[in-house]
């Protein structure tokens, strides 16, 4: 592994422990055993390094959501797929967590790839439960794009749910919940 991905990857993890806040450039080098000058050489700073690491980690999301989401199957299938699929629950969302992130929230370079991220996110469920309905799948009357938004928040808001009760079942809990409401007819 390069040098550069050694410096993403350690970000990515840093980030996701402990925020933008809490990633320091010198922990960011402890992680990946790179040295300050390796780090400089390759990004203009921690917030190059920061926007490096949550742009891979939402390509790599975005890449574990359409693994699901592309899958053979029903409408109500593909979007149970996505919703069970295998999670570090009590971890939380590498980029969900982000967005409650103030010092990324406030700069739009940070921000862009959380936004981006949700923005595909809703849209991409949004054209399935669309097909769904039109293949008589999905119960037909409710917006695509509102379906969509609840679901992509079940998630977000059942990590917050289970991170606050140390326990990965209020997250599996709204899963359910989720699904049922969407389970045809």
């Known amino acids: 592994m390069s040098t550069q991905d050694r410096l993403i990857e350690s970000t990515q993890e840093l980030l996701w422990e402990r925020g933008y806040v809490g990633t320091s450039p010198r922990a960011i080098q402890q992680r990946s055993g790179a040295g300050q000058g390796s780090m400089y050489h390759h990004f203009a700073g ?12 939402a390509e790599e ?20 797929g996505y ?3 295998e999670r570090e629950v009590l971890r939380g969302c590498r980029i969900g967590r982000m967005a409650q992130d103030p010092e990324v929230v406030a700069d739009p370079q940070l921000r862009a790839p959380v936004e981006e991220t949700f ?9 399935i439960v669309a097909e769904g309905q039109a293949a008589g799948e999905l119960a037909p009357g409710t ?11 079940v998630v ?6 289970a991170r606050a009760a140390g326990d990965p079942e209020p997250f599996h809990q709204a899963v359910r919940g989720a699904l049922a409401l969407l389970r045809p007819v």
């Open 46 to 57: 921690k917030p190059g390094l920061a926007a490096a690491a949550l742009q891979r980690s």
């Open 83 to 85: 919703l069970e699929r």
């Open 143 to 153: 917006d695509p794009a509102d379906t969509a938004a609840a679901v992509v928040a």
């Open 119 to 127: 923005a595909w996110l809703r849209g991409r469920i949004a054209g």
């Open 61 to 80: 999301l975005r890449a574990l959501a359409e693994e699901r989401l592309s899958a053979p199957g029903t409408a109500y299938e593909r979007i149970a």
């Open 156 to 161: 977000q808001g059942g990590y917050v749910l």
